[in-house]
């Protein structure tokens, strides 16, 4: 089973700022965040990953309260290119028995 | 980056054959591959999981003789649906997990093919 709860769908419009919220309340002490997207009829894309406070790269940023039991992923000014599913998993990547468990994801839609 | 090329991108065969899907990491070692199932509008389900050179696990309800996994290589992992059914057409996607060749450090990390659909006739 997933470890993490996401909302289903959010709407946005261009140039916004979307903040999609993963709550995951039984995350482990060496277990990572992490953030995919996904296009229709592709694989998923890694977007970033954290273990605490923020991080920040090119595409977004994410921020993870103090106690980890949830975790937030920014888009700044989105476009249209960015309607994608985004998933948000926990887990212990240096770990050889990790498997990666897709929960349902977040559909964004991006309005013009 | 790490890339995972996955072979073919769209196949459509009749009911009763099997199909063969590849997935090949580029540029590193996948010790590890995953492979995940998605039908149109669900996330992704994991089928299997194998480790180079032995036998694939399968989750709980994935038929082992019907999903054919083989991983004889660091750098090549075959899926075979055999006898292919209707209500086997589905995307299905592989992703791996290595280190890279040659690095100084190694890098850990998921890769994901680009998927192929499957469409049983």
């Known amino acids: 089973l997933a470890k993490t709860t996401q909302p289903i769908s959010m709407d946005s419009y261009e140039g916004q700022e979307v903040n999609i919220t993963c709550s995951h309340n039984?995350?482990?002490?060496?277990?990572?965040i992490t953030w995919y997207q996904q296009f229709p009829s592709q694989g998923p894309r890694f977007i970033i990953q954290g273990y605490k406070t923020k991080v920040t790269n090119e595409v977004a940023s994410l921020f993870i309260p103090a106690d980890r039991k949830s975790s937030t992923l920014s888009l700044p000014r989105v476009s249209l290119s960015d309607t994608a599913v985004y998933y948000c998993?926990?887990?212990?990547?240096?770990?050889?028995?990790?498997?990666?468990?897709f929960g349902s994801g977040t559909r964004l839609l991006v309005r013009p | 980056g790490a890339v995972v090329s996955q072979h073919p991108s769209w196949v459509i065969c009749k009911s009763g054959t099997s199909v063969k899907i590849e997935c090949r990491s580029l540029?590193?070692?996948?010790?590890?591959m995953f492979w995940y199932r998605q039908f149109p509008k669900q996330s992704l389900m994991l089928m299997a999981t194998?480790?180079?050179?032995?036998?694939?696990?399968?989750e709980q309800g994935v038929e082992k003789d019907k999903f054919l996994i083989n991983h004889a290589s660091l750098t090549l992992s075959t899926l075979t649906v055999t006898s292919a059914h209707p209500e086997d057409s589905s995307f299905y996607i592989c992703?791996?997990?290595?280190?890279?060749?040659?690095?100084?450090?190694?890098?850990?990390?998921?890769?994901f093919g680009s998927g192929t659909r499957l469409t049983v006739v």
């Open positions: 992703s791996a997990r290595g280190t890279r060749q040659g690095g100084f450090v190694a890098y850990y990390g998921y890769t």
């Open positions: 039984n995350i482990a002490t060496n277990d990572y």
């Open positions: 998993l926990v887990g212990d990547e240096e770990d050889s028995s990790y498997k990666l468990i």
């Open positions: 194998s480790n180079e050179g032995s036998k694939a696990t399968y």
């Open positions: 540029d590193f070692q996948a010790t590890t």
